[in-house]
Structure formats: C-alpha cells, structure tokens
C-alpha cells in the first residue's frame, strides 16, 4: 500500500527540528479516533455528503493507532491506498500533533487530522478516482469553516496557508 507523496518543505524541516526538543504530551486512544471519527461524521453529514458513503469510511476502513516511528513530515497520520484493497489510515503515537502544549491544542489538532482523513475517504468509498490531497483538503477546508468557535474559526483562516507551507498546496490548485 502506498501513502500520498509528502514533500520535505522548509517549514516540514523546521517543524521535525523543533519538536526533536519535545517530548509526546498526549496519547491517542481509541476512545479519541472513535470521538473524532464520531464527530467528522455528524459534520460531513452537515454538508449534505452520503450516510451510506459515510458509514463505510467507519467500517470498510482499516484504522490503526502506532507506536512505530512515523515516516518523515507526517504530522499526525498517513492514508494507506492501493486502488483496491480496504484504506489503511495510521495514526501515529509521536508525532507534531502529540507534542503539542496544551490537550485544547491537541484535539482541534487532531480532529483537523481526522476530519481531512474523512476527506481522502470519503472520495475514495464514492468510487470517485481523485482522493488525494488537493481532494482531502478541499473537504476538510469546507468542513472546518462551518465549525463553530474561536479555535475553529482560526483554524480555517489558518488552512491555506499550512497546506501552502506543508504540503506545497496552493490557493490556486483548490
């Protein structure tokens, strides 16, 4: 199975040299990814996306939470395709996301991560052939500006910009 390709950008180089000094603060649970999981799904449903393409991201999906060292510039998790066996999403234990301050951080962090999984996913269980990352962030994008609160709201300014800088994704290819 093959992860979308992640390009080394300044701020990935960055990123991986600053919390080199941090140690892990949070641990993910199943008990989270399943209240993340919970929670893109109400809010996918809230854009008007396919219950029935919804309920199979849950359960024709492959989820797995790892204690291995993730590949480099992986933040929180990777989606696992090969066109046609079930999607392997990996979510790993030491990661940016796990370093992060404050738990406050860490679950709008991390429900950001799952709610662009949601996004590969979705356009994968809908037969549709583009689920890559310009696909995943167009979803994610549009769920988290719907999202209500502070952190929310910031998190959707904030979006363009860290796809700019993390995945080489600009404005014009959305």
Known sequence: MKAFFRPTTRANVFMSYVLALLKPRHR????????????????????????????????????????????PNVWFGEAKFDGRQTPRIILYQDTATTRLFTRSMFEHASQAGIDHVFGHLYAFHSGNPDYGEEMAYRLQYAVAKKRSGFYWKLIARGMPLFYRVHKDISLKQI
């Open 28 to 71: 993910i649970t199943h008990d989270d990814l399943q209240r993340w999981q919970e929670a893109s799904f109400a809010s996918y449903m809230q854009q008007g996306k396919d219950a029935e393409v919804l309920k199979r991201i849950i359960e024709k999906t492959d989820w797995k939470i790892s204690e291995n060292q993730p590949p």
